[in-house]
């Protein structure tokens, strides 16, 4: 129902943009109009597109990062919840891990630091003076964007799985466990963090933090079943070697995307490439 649309490459990574995504401009808007203050909601939407834009570049950060250490990123996505930008792998090094998830939070820093910098040379950043309702639109506009970046900052830090915070915490466990025991640990401290966040902004109303929540804790135990997956895919790998049943396959394709899928039909693991399904693990 929702397609997406490709803004372009950014440093050789095709970007786009999720058709959801504009259901948050229009929800501005919408709520700006009928509150008869259509120019100050045409400034919020403004503003969310510049917040947007600094959104894409943490994803960019994570993508330059890892291409660093030769892992590709397939695309970046801008979502109405955020960005992600899909990585065909996370590195096994927890040492990679970290700087992989760092990036994304240090390019928010950078900006709020480049945007303070701007402010003083203007005169702007003085003791007190950081209330935007206190400074003409322009400086507000611009103290908000810088805000908006130290938010976006220590957000993404909070060690809730996958979030960047997460990733780290799994990235420092897997110094001293397995990263399937590793993973776990960070899901369930992820999920803790998710349940308490849910609860609390259905008691506050703040229904958006309780979706986000939602979203994380999903996400967590998704990508939890895909380390599961892969753990399973190296134990039977392994067999394979020693003399287990790994045989080519040639169905047509299953879905558009790569990895390994549980086929209890087959009581097989199945791997696909690009929505083809190229072998087989037996059980």
Known sequence: MFGSLRLGK????????????WLLPLFVLVGGVAGGNVSG????VLFLFSLFGCVALHEVGHALAARYYGVRTRDIT??????VASLERMPE????????????????????AGIFVGLLGGGVALPGSFDPSALDAVDGFVVRLMQANLFLLLFNLIPAFPMDGGRVLRAVLATGMSRLDATKAAVGVG????????????MAGHFMLTFVAVVVFLLGHAELAAVRAEDSRWRWGRSGEDGGAIRVIDVRPHETFSGWVWDARR?????????????????
Do not use: C
């Open 78 to 83: 801008l979502y109405p919840m955020g960005g």
């Open 10 to 21: 950014f440093f050789g990574i095709d970007t786009y943009v999720h058709g959801t995504f």
């Open 41 to 44: 909601a045409a400034g919020e």
């Open 267 to 283: 009581r097989a693991w199945v791997e696909w490439r690009d929505g083809v399904a190229v072998r087989e693990i037996l059980n």
């Open 191 to 202: 999920s803790v963090l998710a349940v308490v966040g849910g609860v609390y902004g259905l």
């Open 93 to 112: 090094k927890p040492g990679q891990e970290v700087v992989i998830a760092l990036a994304g939070p240090a390019v928010n820093l950078a900006i709020a």
